[in-house]
């Protein structure tokens, strides 16, 4: 694909209307946060479309146009506004993507949101490349009507039923031992489209975080190692020994062709999990992607020479997409909303002076008002010279805080 008319947008300029050249993004998240510093750091000025007035990303912009997704004059204020638009949230309707297409560059398009917005069409697009991608997804069945629920092979089971649409942080998901469980989970989950997949033996998470261009250019960032506890991401590990080099290469592999098999513009994430029995692929199943940059790769702002958001404004403004570099290892930790609660549950602010004391810690907080339990409220990036190192940190760190998931 060619760059549409207008790219790229180049930083710092200033139209012949007066109009300083500006990047949108659709959703006003944390994910829209750091696009935003990103972007600024450039000289770009930003604009954030998002409903509420307290977003993170909307109260570090220079716009806020406070609509719904699809309000027609909120995208119409976001189009006038902007020389190129992306999204931080996988949920925007495509509609509102497709919309704004017609008269600005939309990376990543309508199509490809659309795909990653539906777990059947997300699934069909892995199984359609999984030859060149070199990676298989996890046995599954659509469940769609009662005679598919019937129909569920017996060696599905135990497994997970995930509804196709708006999951997220492990919301949405039933696990299911048996046929009458599965049922049951299907009617509470008042028969939506949904996906059965197999409960799989998971050795490790990882996921892999590529950026593409508009003339097809990909470039990657090595596989994480992800933790999660209570279907929620914990603990990321970004060191080259978490994974064998020869699965991490296919693993990027397989997330390059995905992307191109998109014809993807922009940061796309992709998730695997590698299981036991190494017969497939390498033991390597492809999970889902997110057509957005990923919780799992926030540790690039610290440990890489350009970062996931960088890459995002480059892709989507066609400026050059350079190979991000990770000059240290690093280990993130999720910070979520239960940190902010003693065991008693009364509300404390987190002993940073004790956190900051220790050596290449790096807060990020989201600027969210009000902390709840399980919200992701900011990260740690821990950073230093070698990975033994990160590793004494960021379990001290965890244990300053009372945070899970640095002993798996
Ligand atoms: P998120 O958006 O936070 O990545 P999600 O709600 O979209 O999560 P998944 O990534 O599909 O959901 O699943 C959440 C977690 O549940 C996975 O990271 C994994 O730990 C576990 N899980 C999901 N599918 C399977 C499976 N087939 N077998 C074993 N574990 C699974
Ligand atoms: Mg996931």
Redesign the pocket.
Not at 167 to 171: A, E, I
Not at 197 to 200: A, I, N, R
């Given at each position: 694909m060619s760059a549409p008319a207008g790219l790229p947008v180049l930083p710092g300029t200033v139209s012949p209307a007066g109009q300083p050249a500006t990047l949108g993004v659709m959703g006003g998240g944390q994910l829209g946060r750091m696009f935003v510093h990103a972007a600024q750091r450039l000289g770009y000025f930003t604009a954030v479309l998002d409903a509420d007035p307290q977003s993170p990303a909307g109260r570090v912009s220079h716009h806020h146009i406070q609509t719904g997704y699809s309000d027609p004059a909120g995208l119409a204020q976001l189009a006038g506004l902007c020389a190129a638009i992306t999204t931080e949230f996988e949920n925007v309707p495509a509609g509102a993507l497709q919309t704004l297409a017609a008269s600005r560059p939309v990376a990543p398009g309508a199509a490809a949101v659309a795909i990653a917005q539906n777990r059947i069409d997300e699934k069909s697009h892995f199984t359609a490349c999984a030859e060149v991608a070199g990676a298989t997804c996890?046995p599954y069945a659509v469940i769609e009507t009662p005679a598919q629920l019937q129909a569920v092979a017996a060696d599905l089971l135990p497994g997970?039923l995930?509804t196709a649409r708006m999951?997220?942080?492990?919301?949405g998901?039933v696990r299911v031992k048996n046929a009458a469980e599965l049922a049951a989970a299907w009617a509470d989950l008042k028969q939506v489209p949904c996906v059965l997949?197999?409960?799989?033996p998971?050795r490790a998470?990882y996921s892999v975080i590529v950026a593409r261009g508009w003339d097809g250019t990909v470039v990657s960032f090595p596989p994480q190692r992800n933790v999660?506890v209570d279907?929620?991401?914990a603990v990321t590990h970004a060191y080259a020994s978490n994974m064998p080099a020869a699965q991490a290469e296919r693993a990027q592999a397989a997330t390059k062709n995905i992307a191109n098999h998109l014809n993807y513009v922009g940061v796309l994430c992709v998730?695997f999990f590698v299981v036991d029995d190494g017969s497939t692929h390498g033991g390597l199943i492809v999970?889902?992607m997110a057509p957005r940059p990923h919780n799992s790769g926030h540790y690039s702002i610290d440990a890489c020479d350009v970062s996931q958001f960088d890459l995002q404004v480059h892709a989507m403004a066609g400026l050059p997409l350079p190979a991000p570099r990770q000059h240290s290892p690093a280990i993130m930790l999720n910070l979520l909303g239960d940190v902010w609660f003693d065991a008693a549950g009364q509300a404390r602010t987190p002993d940073w002076q004790a956190v900051l004391a220790l050596p290449g810690t790096h807060l990020h907080l989201y600027g969210k008002p009000d902390a709840r339990p399980g919200r992701k409220m900011g990260h740690i990036t821990i950073t230093g010279a070698d990975v033994a190192g990160v590793l004494a940190v960021a379990r001290r760190a965890a244990e300053l805080l009372g945070l899970p998931g640095m002993d798996a």
């Open positions: 996890a997970i995930k999951g997220y942080d492990g919301k998901q997949e197999k409960l799989m998971l998470e999660h279907g929620i991401l998730e999970n889902e």
